[in-house]
């Protein structure tokens, strides 16, 4: 072999043997080399890069060179990175939200349909409404009659603790009520007024009493305002890769099954099964693990100091408590054994988890894809007998998914299932949750609820058709959005008109708005309606009393007056009284004559009840002193 090596390397005619080929000069020899050098590496480097840029090359070199258990800590601690790089720009993202503000808005409109008009008149006046000739009974088939659009709704800007907006309510596009609201969570002053009242602004100032139930917590306001101060972003993320380590390097002897077959609802996918047995003593020592490195973390510990639920020395104290009562687990006569199942795609991606401990139970959730069909399943199971179930069953057709979710609980007696269906179910605006989609609900014994989801990625609208029975009675549309900015302004507390639960004497809601005012507002109100001028009025005037009544100056002078407080019932009376749940005699008190008097009692009794007799239709008064008196 050496010898016809040597052969061919002293034959100058070698480089000849192949016709046209030309003999390379040392010059180009060089090149070449060169060349080839810089090609091997690229080639080396490419791999590298590939290995770096793609999940699937990167997860199949480590399934096959790693040892087990640094297989499943990479697997965990790369999936942990990516969940706890995401907890971070949604945190950071809130927090940039709420400093800058936002704009959001709500409203609920129902369309009536002549089914519904039909259904409410019945109910109302009977089926033979039409027959109906008399005066109310046209006004108020007119009103229902009327009634083509109702809306309610508002929007509210938000900016760190300041909060201010308004609502309305309309009927057929014609405002009926509005107003506008403005908190201050800082300081628990609340306003509220309404323009077609007055313009002056009404405050409840709870922040004397409201102090009261947080002086446990003093800075549970601030930490709202400023949680970045408290747990940052970086914090956040870090303390989440933390724990999941502490996971990881407390698990020993894991089995890797390569290429295991998963059934997930109706498709078999491979994946990776990564299965770690636990007995309690390991579990016991994965808690030590975790409580350990809670007591050192500052993090933690600095939260818990701030809103004064313990003092540091109490939260280390505390926690190692707990320790010394796990470390004097006894754990040696204890069979029990928990399997964890991970499921880990080509790419490295974790999918699924199975948690089951042999002979008793197991909880199980995977999702996986094979072609278009997409599936997701999470089961709950006991004694091998399935207790509860949600299944995903979807057709992928680009970004859009058709399919349903079943949810299925398990009984002995009678399985009950519900199921969402959805058709072309696609995302339009993923931060703020929008979609596009037909959906419906369907229900055992009910007729299907069809809802109607639409966006624009700006707004997102659901509609829901009700139909019962064959019967179409109106649309309910909500529509929502969020708008990132807005400016904030609070109201003048010094020019509103200020309550609060310290005053020295009850507010007097005439000396906010005048009787006379309300009064005309729900006059309006209920023209608007429909009702006729003289039922308007009289209604007005009921409500308005009732708003304005005085408890003091009405109430108890007539009461006082009427009847002496000083009424009797025999003893064979309370022997009838069943659990002060009522008489059985109604005419178990009866008025004492000579006790009656047309003067009012300088005091009221303190433990005197009255009572309403059904037949006599007369109020009565009890003096459960006497029952006390003689159980006592």
Same mark, same amino acid.
């Given at each position: 072999?050496?010898?016809?090596?040597?052969?061919?390397?002293?034959?100058?005619?070698?480089?000849?043997?192949?016709?046209?080929?030309?003999?390379?000069?040392?010059?180009?020899?060089?090149?070449?080399?060169?060349?080839?050098?810089?090609?091997?590496?690229?080639?080396?480097?490419?791999?590298?890069?590939?290995?770096?840029?793609?999940?699937?090359? #990167?997860?199949?070199?480590?399934?096959?060179?790693?040892? +087990?258990?640094?297989?499943?800590?990479?697997?965990?601690?790369?999936?942990? #990175?990516?969940?706890?790089?995401?907890?971070?720009?949604?945190?950071?993202?809130? =927090?940039?939200?709420?400093?800058?503000?936002?704009?959001?808005?709500? $409203?609920?409109?129902?369309?009536? /349909?002549?089914?519904?008009?039909?259904?409410?008149?019945?109910?109302?006046?009977?089926?033979?409404?039409?027959?109906?000739?008399?005066?109310?009974?046209?006004?108020?088939?007119?009103?229902?009659?009327?009634?083509?659009?109702?809306?309610?709704?508002?929007?509210?800007?938000?900016?760190?603790?300041?909060?201010?907006?308004?609502?309305?309510? /309309?009927?057929?596009?014609?405002?009926?009520?509005?107003?506008?609201?403005?908190?201050?969570?800082?300081?628990?002053?609340?306003?509220?007024?309404? +323009?077609?009242?007055?313009?002056?602004?009404?405050?409840?100032?709870?922040?004397?009493?409201?102090?009261?139930?947080?002086?446990?917590?003093? @800075?549970?306001?601030?930490?709202?305002?400023?949680?970045?101060?408290?747990?940052?972003?970086?914090?956040?993320?870090?303390?989440?890769?933390?724990?999941?380590?502490?996971?990881?390097?407390?698990?020993?002897?894991?089995?890797?099954?390569?290429?295991?077959?998963?059934?997930?609802?109706?498709?078999?996918?491979? =994946?990776?099964?990564?299965?770690?047995?636990?007995?309690?003593?390991?579990?016991?020592?994965?808690?030590?693990?975790?409580? %350990? %490195?809670?007591?050192?973390?500052?993090?933690?510990?600095?939260?818990?100091?701030?809103?004064?639920?313990?003092?540091?020395?109490?939260?280390?104290?505390?926690?190692?408590?707990?320790?010394?009562?796990?470390?004097?687990?006894?754990?040696?006569? $204890?069979?029990?054994?928990?399997?964890?199942?991970?499921?880990?795609?080509?790419?490295?991606?974790?999918?699924?988890?199975?948690?089951?401990?042999?002979?008793?139970?197991?909880?199980?959730?995977?999702?996986?894809?094979?072609?278009?069909?997409?599936?997701?399943?999470?089961?709950?199971?006991?004694?091998?007998?399935?207790?509860?179930?949600?299944?995903?069953?979807?057709?992928?057709?680009?970004?859009?998914?058709?399919?349903?979710?079943?949810?299925?609980?398990?009984?002995?007696?009678?399985?009950?299932?519900?199921?969402?269906?959805?058709?072309?179910?696609?995302?339009?605006?993923?931060?703020?949750?929008?979609?596009?989609?037909?959906?419906?609900?369907?229900?055992?014994?009910?007729?299907?609820? $069809?809802?109607?989801?639409?966006?624009?990625?700006?707004?997102?609208?659901?509609?829901?058709?009700?139909?019962?029975?064959?019967?179409? =009675?109106?649309?309910?549309?909500? @529509?929502?959005?969020?708008?990132?900015?807005?400016?904030?302004?609070?109201?003048?507390?010094?020019?509103?008109?200020?309550? @609060?639960?310290?005053?020295?004497?009850?507010?007097?809601?005439?000396? =906010?708005? +005048?009787?006379?005012?309300?009064?005309?507002?729900?006059?309006?109100?209920?023209?608007?309606?429909?009702?006729?001028?003289?039922?308007?009025?009289?209604?007005?005037?009921?409500?308005?009393?009732?708003?304005?009544?005085?408890?003091?100056?009405?109430?108890?002078?007539?009461?006082?007056?009427?009847?002496?407080?000083?009424?009797?019932?025999?003893?064979?009376?309370?022997?009838?009284?069943?659990?002060?749940?009522?008489?059985?005699?109604?005419?178990?008190?009866?008025?004492?004559?000579?006790?009656?008097?047309? /003067? %009012? +009692?300088? %005091?009221?009794?303190?433990?005197?009840?009255?009572?309403?007799?059904?037949?006599?239709?007369? @109020?009565?008064?009890?003096?459960?002193?006497?029952?006390?008196?003689?159980?006592?």
């Amino acid at each position: 072999m050496s010898e016809n090596l040597n052969n061919m390397n002293n034959n100058d005619n070698f480089t000849n043997v192949v016709s046209g080929v030309e003999r390379v000069s040392k010059k180009k020899g060089k090149k070449i080399a060169l060349i080839s050098g810089i090609t091997a590496v690229a080639i080396v480097g490419g791999g590298a890069a590939a290995y770096n840029l793609s999940d699937f090359v #990167k997860n199949q070199v480590n399934l096959r060179v790693m040892k +087990p258990e640094n297989y499943y800590a990479w697997v965990t601690e790369e999936n942990s #990175k990516n969940f706890a790089q995401s907890a971070k720009e949604s945190y950071s993202k809130a =927090y940039d939200k709420m400093q800058n503000g936002q704009k959001s808005s709500v $409203s609920l409109k129902y369309v009536a /349909s002549d089914d519904f008009k039909d259904y409410a008149l019945s109910e109302i006046l009977g089926d033979d409404y039409g027959s109906y000739d008399d005066e109310e009974s046209k006004m108020l088939i007119d009103i229902v009659n009327n009634i083509n659009e109702i809306a309610v709704g508002g929007n509210a800007s938000v900016k760190n603790d300041l909060l201010t907006g308004n609502f309305f309510a /309309s009927l057929n596009g014609e405002n009926l009520i509005s107003g506008d609201i403005a908190l201050d969570y800082e300081n628990f002053d609340y306003f509220l007024r309404v +323009p077609e009242l007055t313009e002056q602004w009404l405050c409840m100032a709870m922040g004397e009493s409201m102090n009261e139930y947080l002086y446990m917590m003093p @800075s549970y306001q601030d930490i709202l305002k400023n949680p970045t101060d408290y747990i940052s972003p970086e914090q956040l993320e870090d303390m989440i890769i933390r724990y999941t380590n502490i996971w990881n390097e407390s698990v020993e002897d894991i089995e890797i099954e390569k290429k295991d077959s998963v059934d997930i609802c109706d498709i078999t996918v491979d =994946y990776t099964v990564l299965s770690v047995e636990l007995n309690e003593s390991d579990l016991v020592n994965i808690a030590e693990s975790f409580i %350990e %490195e809670a007591k050192n973390d500052d993090v933690l510990k600095n939260i818990a100091v701030s809103l004064d639920i313990c003092t540091e020395e109490e939260w280390v104290s505390g926690l190692d408590e707990i320790l010394e009562e796990l470390e004097s687990e006894d754990t040696s006569n $204890s069979d029990v054994e928990l399997t964890v199942d991970t499921y880990v795609d080509p790419n490295g991606d974790i999918r699924g988890m199975k948690f089951s401990v042999e002979d008793e139970g197991d909880i199980f959730f995977a999702v996986g894809k094979d072609g278009d069909n997409v599936r997701g399943e999470f089961t709950i199971s006991e004694e091998n007998e399935k207790l509860f179930s949600a299944e995903l069953y979807a057709d992928e057709d680009g970004d859009k998914y058709s399919g349903n979710i079943d949810f299925t609980v398990y009984d002995s007696d009678e399985t009950e299932q519900i199921s969402v269906e959805f058709t072309d179910y696609e995302v339009v605006n993923e931060e703020l949750g929008y979609v596009n989609a037909d959906i419906v609900l369907v229900i055992p014994d009910v007729d299907p609820i $069809s809802l109607d989801f639409s966006s624009d990625g700006n707004s997102q609208d659901i509609s829901y058709n009700i139909n019962f029975d064959g019967k179409n =009675y109106g649309t309910v549309i909500l @529509s929502m959005s969020v708008n990132d900015g807005a400016d904030v302004e609070m109201p003048d507390k010094n020019g509103a008109f200020v309550i @609060s639960p310290y005053m020295d004497s009850d507010p007097d809601l005439e000396d =906010y708005i +005048p009787s006379e005012t309300m009064n005309k507002f729900i006059y309006d109100i209920l023209v608007k309606l429909g009702f006729n001028d003289e039922i308007a009025h009289d209604g007005a005037d009921d409500i308005t009393e009732e708003l304005y009544w005085d408890y003091e100056d009405n109430d108890w002078e007539t009461y006082d007056s009427a009847v002496d407080w000083n009424l009797v019932g025999t003893d064979e009376d309370w022997d009838d009284y069943d659990d002060f749940g009522g008489f059985d005699d109604d005419e178990a008190f009866t008025y004492d004559d000579s006790a009656v008097n047309t /003067s %009012e +009692p300088d %005091e009221k009794p303190v433990n005197q009840i009255p009572f309403q007799s059904g037949d006599a239709g007369e @109020s009565r008064v009890g003096a459960f002193e006497a029952e006390q008196s003689e159980n006592a």
